[in-house]
């Protein structure tokens, strides 16, 4: 169990420089270029994650939350994994700019998904996954949390929130325009093409 804290090997990969893969292969950690802000947004993978002090705190704090719950540990994961996501999902299509939003928010949330998965396990004292069938309490949620150590989560996730706000501004701008008033001219051609039928 390391004593370091996510945080600091996130800025020990982000100081050392443009090898990229040699920083994966020396920290554990991954990474996905957000093209849109010229950055590089560096993420544990769940296995490192767990050798963190972060991964500790999340999962006592995870624990508490459970056993407040009335639901059974599995239950109780579960709502709190769709609750967290509906939430992500909502605040990043109100972003106003989606690019920057999951660049915040994309680690903080595939570790607490990760620490939920830990959690429900000791809460009902089964071994953590280490590999094989994702466990139960994952069963109704929309991503393989730890499919390529946790990259495939990352990559989709991070498509769903760019879209989330895309597709929020889509809705909005079908409102606006399903909403203005239909001018006098449209209408007097609409009268029109009616009466050449």
Known sequence: MSTASLTDLLAQADADGHDHSATEKATGLLHIHNHATGSIIWFPTWKKFRETRDWTDAVGSVAAELADASAPADQAGSALLAADLETLLEEASRSSDASVFVQENLTSHLTRTW???????????????????????????????????????????????????????????????????????AMKNAARKAARR
């Not at 498509?159 to 001018?183: G, Q």
């Open 115 to 185: 620490a939920i998965g830990d959690a429900v396990a000791k809460a009902n004292g089964k071994d953590l996954f280490s590999s094989g069938t994702t466990p139960s309490v994952y069963a109704g949620y929309p991503y393989d949390v730890y499919a390529q150590d946790g990259g495939v989560f990352a990559t989709t996730l991070w498509n769903d929130l760019i879209d989330a706000r895309r597709n929020r501004a889509l809705a909005e701008e079908a409102a606006r325009k399903a909403l203005k008033p239909v001018s006098r001219k």
